[in-house]
């Protein structure tokens, strides 16, 4: 059950020309389930993309950064991407890649290109092999249903221990021209993103040359994806992927245009929607915590502090009681690795609430009035450093015993 | 319930020679508990420490250093330490410093020495007033049941969240004389020191020299409190203190001597006994995990790696549900941060079950193989990186439902 449930998915989401998708029960892991997502592109659309930074990179992450870099020279575009659950393949070594290449073979025999033309993105247990005839087998059904207007069910089929599809939809009207834009995401543990999520997927219908695109992906993500945090476990499988079909009229070729600003705007108010569903919807979340750290000397020291406080399992469960236990914020920033840190300047705010003051309790803060900020089910923790301009927010959820439950049980 | 539980106490704990013990109930926090030691050392002691990083080191914990930097300078002993529980003195700023020497002071008054003397330690809820005048009505109740045998109630008085007390006695024959060291540490949750743990105290009759015994906790240190971690949350008010009453006949005065060396070990042994009892009786722990990193070609990228593994909290529930889902630990090594960490060189052993090798899954590896380990209450996981010949062991313990529940009660 995600915080303030059901999230926030259009009741309708918008296809986006020259993008179809198609879904296959490939039973790659448990019958009777969507499992298999094929994405189909018009030859005119750019894609671009951002990766986990995880050292054990899954097979079909290190696939696609090599197709996506065969497109730089071979110029043939990408016509296809593939995504099963149920299976990783990650920690899988060369057998992984074989089987991913595998995978993208298939597909490509489908539709008649190349192999190199097909991204393929995997998402569910590590270190077993992938099951590539079941994938294989489910492709000719996933193809038998292309459809434009099937963004639900896909953002159904990538669905783990998600307990809900993620999905959105927007517009934005550029030089007259209304573009559509329409995402899905999923992820719900091991989140803690560096460089993008378990998996998301947006597409638009504007034209956006390569290189303006990839800017545009990295812009988006680090204002979405890589502001959440669900337990700190990085992913092996994290990508986040932007297509831009060219059905429209508007192309966008120089980062330095009013429609670059006005469509990257879109992409990131989007991209972050889709990221804060993952939160949301985070195991045993009960929770949605927005942590601001303010006056630092630099973005990444406040992000430092913000990631501290976010991964402490005494502030998380704190949290999860709704106990106003707010010492365990001060030692998680006291922790965070900012050495030169002066606690003296730091104050401490609960929502609307000033909870500590130059580093020591305030003295008019009241227990009850900490005690009635945490009974919300969305709460802001903002802490003012008092030694700069910078400033970093991220997003993250509470320790329950049902992320214990979930986790424990994950694969029986 | 401490991981095979009862934790291996000594029947008998030894007196050290030169140390005596007092404890009261004050009701710090709640009534009818111990909650406040001291401890009186001969005029001859010696006394060092290592305390934590924490930026919001608690006032007590800058007192300590305050007094010890004090005893350089003015020459005068420490004459006694004073601990309380149910409140850690921290985030309570100037206040804060004033409550811990007003202990000090009130304490010194009743022995009779200078307040510079007194050392003060509080563990307990963060961001509250010490309730000073609590503790002081202890002080003359903890002084009227001084004993030199009474360090099992000194264990038990400094417990929190602690399920059991923990302490330990160990004796080395140096030069023909047999010396005694006995020891009591604390600390359940929020542990993962930096520098030291909760609290501990460990006390021999051997005379140390002041810069010796300096050396000598750190040493000590580095090889056991700071080779442990709970939930990776650095405390406010971690100490350890190595006090050398000089009772004995034995004096070392130098670093480079056969007498340090075998002192030394004994500290260090006994330390790391200490150490590893806080993982045991970890909040909720069921299982105790020795976490080993090899072959790197640094110490420092070696304890990278294995508190990556330990801190995840998707490791550590797959080991409260005995669920060999091992995959999370390649996971974990590969977002640890080591960037040029090449994964094809590694390998990962359950005790001595060969799961991963060059960095996919051992095709001898039997999924059975794997779960009879994880059934055990003590399990090793070892990493061999193939490029150095570093190595670093940590211990921690599971997540488990009750580390939820009791961190969520916490206070109620």
Known sequence: MAVNSPLPIAAHLTPVAGIELGHAEAGVRKPNRKDVLVMTLAPTATVAGVFTLNRFCAAPVQVCKAHLEGLHMAGAPIRALVINTGNANAGTGETGLADANAVCSA???????????????????ILEPLPVARVNAGLPQALANLSADNWYN????????????????ATVVINGETITLTGISKGAGMIKPNMATMLGFLATDAGVSQHVLEHMVKQAADHSFNCITIDGDTSTNDSFMLIATGAAKLQV???????????????????????????????????????????????????????SIGHSPLVKTAFFASDPNLGRILAAIGYAGVDDLDVSKLDLYLDDVLVARNGGRNPAYQEADGQ?????????????????????????????????????????
């Open 107 to 125: 597909l490509a025999g489908l539709l008649d290109c190349e192999a190199a033309q097909i991204l393929p993105f995997s998402t569910g247990v």
């Open 154 to 169: 896909a953002a159904e089929t990538i669905m783990t221990t998600d307990t809900q599809p993620k999905a959105g939809s």
């Open 253 to 307: 070729t120089e980062i330095d245009s009013p429609e670059y600003a006005l469509l990257a705007e879109a992409v990131t108010n989007l991209s972050r929607s889709l990221a804060q569903m993952i939160v949301r919807d985070g195991e045993g979340a009960t929770k949605f915590m927005t942590i601001t750290v303010e006056q630092g000397t630099s973005i990444e020291e406040c992000r430092k502090i913000a990631y």
């Open 372 to 412: 009635r900020v945490m009974q919300q089910s969305e709460i802001t923790v903002r802490v003012r450093l008092g030694r700069g301009d910078a400033v970093a927010t991220i997003w993250t959820c509470d320790l329950s015993h049902d992320y214990v439950t979930i986790n424990a049980d994950y694969r029986s």
